[in-house]
């Protein structure tokens, strides 16, 4: 069956770290941006006919996924296409996932061969292999697949779209929006459904105002009883960012072994844009503990339960535990920071000390001088 | 097809088996062979071609080409895989007439390529070779080459006296034109050794080519037939310094001594380079390294996908690679792949791809800064077994 891919890039919310990116750009992981996890569980599934749905601030995303070469999507039929909003849109911009899709409707309609659509977003990362989803989709005979992950509920954080099941797996409640309690499953906003099925709902909902994915066709038609729901229950690592505090403890989660290993090996490799970095240095007096090191930086100083991006300096003398830093950053001789966030091309200057808190880590923002 | 000319055009060789490398080289041509943690030989002619503008690369490959021939692919890595550029891998092939079979020599491998050359009707041709590892502007040459309206320029850097015989020696006049090539002299009268990198004029080369196969007492070679045979017609050939770093890693003492001299904070050769002079390596879609909790890492170069449990030191811990707790590498070569189970202590050694250092088992020895280091081997994909001791300068 062919499989069409559509990925929703998602606007930031994550403060300066958004400002001039959307959630797919933002870097992850040392060496990735959140786009490349949706990307690779794509083309591990086949799926080579993949548009990315995105509105503002897509600079960053373009620049990073090129032609989508990548991940063998740069085709002469079919491969990757940009949705970005148009000028002339018969809306001002996108206000939900089925407005966007709307006005994208030649990117859905063309190919007649793809019968299968797979809908994912950027800002939930995961390794998981949606061969398996599909079939459970297909093996249901449901209308729509969602993927949900258990354990991300906790009557506190607030979740796009949530479900709770029966014994028998059957949907007991759905909610939108909603900081639902832990017994309940969290979309990981993944969907699986039928190209034909699709393109109707979208044209429906559309002609009655209806935008919102989550709100209007999956919990209002399944209320009304018109759609039946297939929950897919992921067992593998998940991780759901909405906040600069979830970032960075999603970030640092990769020190643990079961989520790194689970994240980047069990099912296929994670590609990324390729930057030809020389391998990292390890200096004659450093001390790097339980930290994430990608490649190209020169590594003098001291750091703990850390991630470094591509092409990092920590000089000799300075201390860094519990922080994020992204590529080309400098943090000068004998500088100090725990807790800190410090996006790229920051420069942190000898002796300079930024203490955040867990929940609470200081964010330097890009190119500053601190 | 319409072929696009060009000014100049790169041929590598990358044919030769590299014997002296041993075990590293049975299944594998020495151009593949891997080289600071995340390249391989050939990544450093080929990316140097790319950062001297030269976007058509014929590559001569002969023996063990399976890797090889994979790794190059289409040379998207280094950007040779657009409209008018390639990297076209070049195998010997059958022919109509008796002149098929293997390449005989470095210029026979030229010549039975001489279509491919044609195609793009080249002023210049540079001949390279796939063993050294060196960052350097082959435009430069060709720029000087120009200049001097020479036939054929040879690039030269001086060697030690003591290992002047084991090169192509070079007597040149003040003015930079050679009267002289030796081969490997026992006396040699001048330490101008060749670097095997030669930039010719197309038309010229070609005749020589041509001229070289019709005369079957010859070798074939571009060291003792071509460039002799040149000099001896009168053609004018140039020397061209180089002195930035250069390394034959044709032996297992010098592949692993290039590899200790990444190592430093103000390193022998700097891989790093400007922003658009990067040596350019086919990626491995592994993620970030972790080093652990208890690990240490000292004065090494990790690369990508590796997980650190033990001590590293003074070493290149190449992609994918684990060491486990309790390990020790020091002074060592490890290279893509590779597992050093918790326990096991390595020394002096280059771990071939892929293969696995059982617990608690010893690899190689220590050795006083003047002694002379033997370096122990483990071939691609062996298993040094829990228990066994590989002792410095054995081979598995």
């Not at chain 1, 709100?215 to 690592?237: A, E, H, S």
């Not at chain 2, 030769?16 to 594998?28: N, P, Y």
């Not at chain 2, 009267?179 to 020589?208: C, H």
Request: net charge negative.
């Amino acid at each position: 069956m062919n499989i069409m891919g559509i990925i929703f890039a998602n606007d930031g919310s994550l403060g300066a770290l958004t400002t001039k990116r959307t959630m797919a750009s933002l870097p992850f992981g040392g060496r990735y941006r959140q786009v490349d996890f949706a990307l690779s569980n794509l083309a591990a599934a086949g799926v080579r006919h993949v548009g990315i749905v995105t509105r503002h601030n897509y600079q960053s995303l373009v620049n990073h996924v090129g032609s989508g070469e990548e991940w063998g999507m740069d085709l002469e039929e079919g491969g990757l296409e940009y949705l970005t909003p148009y000028a002339m849109s018969t809306t001002d911009n996108y206000r939900g996932k089925l407005e966007s899709l709307h006005s994208a409707m030649a990117f859905l309609e063309y190919g007649a061969e793809d019968e299968c659509v797979v809908m994912i977003d950027a800002s939930v990362l995961s390794n998981i292999d949606l061969k398996d989803v599909i079939a459970s989709h297909i093996a249901s005979g449901k209308d729509i697949t969602v993927v949900t992950k258990a354990g991300i509920c906790n009557g506190s954080r607030k979740i796009d779209l949530t479900m709770k099941l029966d014994d028998q797996k059957n949907i007991t409640d759905m909610a939108v929006d909603y900081e639902a309690p832990a017994d309940y499953l969290a979309s990981m906003d993944i969907y699986v459904l039928s190209k034909k099925w699709l393109i109707k709902q979208v044209k429906e909902h559309i002609a009655h105002n209806l935008y919102h994915m989550d709100r209007d066709l999956v919990l209002g038609q399944w209320q009304k009883g018109l759609i039946t729901v297939n929950p897919y229950v992921f067992p593998g690592v998940a991780l759901f960012t909405e906040t600069v505090e979830e970032y960075y403890h999603n970030t640092l989660a990769l020190v643990d072994k079961t989520v790194r290993h689970d994240l980047f090996g069990y099912n296929h490799p994670v590609y990324t844009k390729v930057r030809d970095r020389v391998p990292t240095y390890y200096g004659e007096d450093c001390e790097i503990e339980g930290c994430i090191v990608a490649d190209g930086c020169i590594l003098e100083g001291k750091a703990e339960n850390s991630v470094l991006f591509r092409q990092v300096t920590i000089c000799a003398g300075a201390e860094v535990e519990d922080c994020v830093i992204m590529n080309d950053t400098v943090v000068g001789e004998g500088a100090e920071l725990k807790c800190v966030i410090l996006d790229k091309d920051v420069v942190v200057r000898p002796g300079a000390k930024l203490i955040g808190t867990p929940n609470n880590p200081i964010v330097v923002k890009r190119g500053d001088i601190v | 097809m319409y072929f696009q000319k060009k000014r100049c055009i790169a041929m590598l060789l990358a044919g030769g088996q590299g014997s002296r490398l041993k075990v590293l080289t049975q299944k594998t041509a020495k151009p593949a062979v891997p080289f600071g943690g995340k390249y391989r030989i050939i990544d450093f002619p080929l990316s140097n071609c790319v950062n001297s503008g030269i976007d058509t690369v014929g590559i001569l490959t002969q023996y063990q080409p399976l890797e090889l021939n994979e790794y190059i692919g289409n040379g998207q890595p280094w950007g040779l895989n657009k409209t008018h550029s390639c990297a076209q891998v070049l195998p010997p092939y059958e022919r109509h007439d008796k002149k098929s079979g293997w390449y005989k020599g470095t210029a026979n491998a030229i010549y039975q390529n001489i279509d491919f050359i044609e195609r793009f009707d080249p002023d210049y041709v540079v001949i390279l070779s796939g063993d050294h590892i060196y960052k350097m502007d082959y435009a430069a040459m060709v720029e000087y080459h120009e200049k001097h309206n020479a036939s054929c320029t040879i690039a030269v850097r001086e060697v030690p006296l003591k290992e002047a015989s084991r090169f192509g020696i070079l007597n040149t006049n003040p003015d930079g034109t050679i009267y002289e090539f030796e081969e490997k002299p026992k006396k040699p009268k001048s330490t101008n050794a060749s670097m095997g990198i030669y930039v010719f004029n197309w038309n010229v080369l070609r005749d020589a080519l041509i001229a070289d196969e019709d005369d079957e007492t010859s070798a074939n070679d571009f060291g003792k037939n071509i460039i002799p045979n040149l000099l001896n017609s009168g053609h004018k050939m140039m020397a061209y310094t180089f002195d930035g770093y250069w390394k034959d890693v044709g032996t297992i003492d010098s592949l692993w001594e290039a590899n200790m001299e990444l190592l430093g904070k103000d390193p022998e050769f700097n891989i790093r380079g400007d922003e658009r002079r990067k040596i350019y390596a086919r990626n491995n879609a592994l993620p970030s390294s972790y080093i652990d909790d208890h690990a240490k890492t000292i004065n090494s170069f990790i690369a990508e996908g590796s997980e650190v449990y033990g001590t590293v030191r003074h070493s290149v811990i190449s992609v994918g690679c684990t060491v486990g707790e309790g390990a020790l590498v020091e002074d060592s070569v490890v290279m893509p792949g590779v597992v050093i189970e918790p326990g096991a202590i390595v020394r002096h050694a280059i771990l071939g791809e892929n293969s696995r250092v059982c617990r608690n088992t010893v690899v190689g020895g220590s050795f006083e800064p003047e002694e002379k280091k033997q370096i122990s081997v483990t071939s691609k994909g062996s298993v040094v077994e829990a228990g066994i001791v590989l002792l410095p300068g054995e081979m598995l």
